[in-house]
Nanobody, 127 residues
């Protein structure tokens, strides 16, 4: 059974940084892609970033240049480094996974395509 566990959320001042982690277990192959999504109160879930198993990364325009996604395959963990945080980054952040043998997942891959989701971690940016 695939499980995803996010951690690293918290309260930070605008301009600060946080690093989120997504620890994965139960993968039956090494061709999973990971996406980070966020959902603010009253808003739809939106994609933030994605990374394929060969390290190809992609970002939403709203976070490009501020967020960096990376993976540690030995630890089965994907990270989202968030710098220069803004109040509008406040949301619950989720990681999600899907098998992607052709490595085609990009940040615009819809949430409905993902098979597995973590429980989410709250990020609050105070202005």
């Amino acid at each position: 059974e695939v499980q995803l566990v996010e951690s690293g959320g918290g309260l930070v001042q605008a301009g600060g940084s946080l690093r989120l982690s997504c620890a994965a277990s139960g993968f039956t192959s090494d061709d999973y892609a990971i996406g980070w999504f966020r959902q603010a109160p009253g808003k739809e879930r939106e994609a933030v970033s994605s990374i394929t198993s060969d390290g190809s990364d992609d970002y939403a325009d709203s976070v490009k240049g501020r967020f960096t996604i990376s993976s540690d395959n030995a630890q089965n963990t994907v990270y989202l480094q968030m710098d220069s945080l803004k109040s509008e980054d406040t949301a619950v952040y989720y990681c999600a996974a899907l098998r992607d043998p052709y490595r085609v997942v990009v940040v615009t891959t819809p949430p409905s395509a993902y098979d597995y989701w973590g429980q989410g971690t709250q990020v609050t940016v105070s202005s």
